[in-house]
């Protein structure tokens, strides 16, 4: 029972452009979504954050837009960088879950040049 | 300031051998949490420490495995007998807050079985 899904697991586009990569959870006490980056051979790197009291947050050329009435989250990375080839986790926990996180399975990115 | 370290960071052992994974956490961090990540798919959550106590530990898959947090600081995750399906990366990570706080983690231990 999958819980958080990452439907896509691989994504390519060009450096400069926009890298779009979506996610998709089903348990409604989720409040709390993050994305990790990481590197192979390395843990995962926290990168956003987004509570489920707000639909947006943006951090440089990283932004977390959340769709509670869809259970839909997805994280933008306007411009895309070469260095930002990696593969990319969804990630969610609950009040009163002891910020333990469930997991998607990933999403590859590959920023070309 | 030092992150979250985890030794080995490689371990091949045969099934049936035991092994004893490391996790010291980012100093001050009460919680610490263990993960697993098997053949490349989502990354599972094992246990949950905060300080020495065991404050969840539903995702633990059997007793064969046993986790440590002896005195509130670093902890170890102990697998005996291991078997072929254990195969896979281990991490830990830490937080300072139980609750809406990102976790940090450690590069992970990966073990292979034989």
């Known amino acids: 029972d999958q819980q958080v899904k990452q439907n896509s697991p691989s994504l390519s586009v060009q450096e400069g452009r926009i890298s779009i990569l979506n996610c998709d959870y089903t348990?409604?006490?989720?409040?709390?979504f993050l994305w990790y980056k990481k590197y192979p051979a390395e843990g995962p790197t926290f990168l956003i954050s987004i509570s489920s009291i707000k639909d947006k947050n943006e951090d440089g050329r990283f932004t977390v837009f959340l769709n509670k009435s869809a259970k839909h989250l997805s994280l933008h990375i306007v411009p895309s960088q070469p260095g930002d080839s990696a593969v990319y986790f969804c990630?969610?926990?609950?009040?009163?879950?002891?910020?333990?996180?469930?997991f998607g399975t990933g999403t590859q990115l590959k920023v070309e040049l | 300031e030092a992150g979250v370290t985890q030794f080995p960071s490689h371990s091949v052992i045969e099934k049936g051998q035991t092994v004893t994974l490391r996790c010291d956490p980012i100093s001050g961090h009460d919680n610490l949490y263990w993960y697993r990540r098997v053949m490349g798919k989502e990354i599972k959550f094992l246990l949950h420490?905060?300080?020495?106590?065991?404050?969840?530990e539903s995702g633990m898959p059997n007793n064969r495995f046993l986790a440590e947090r002896t005195g509130g600081t670093y902890s170890t995750l102990k697998v005996q007998p291991a078997e072929l399906e254990d195969s896979g990366v281990y991490f830990c990570a830490s937080s300072q807050r139980m609750t809406g706080s990102e976790a940090f983690f450690g590069q992970g231990t990966r073990l292979t079985v034989v």
């Open positions: 420490f905060v300080k020495e106590s065991k404050q969840d």
């Open positions: 348990n409604s006490m989720f409040d709390y």
């Open positions: 990630a969610a926990s609950f009040t009163g879950g002891g910020n333990k996180l469930t």
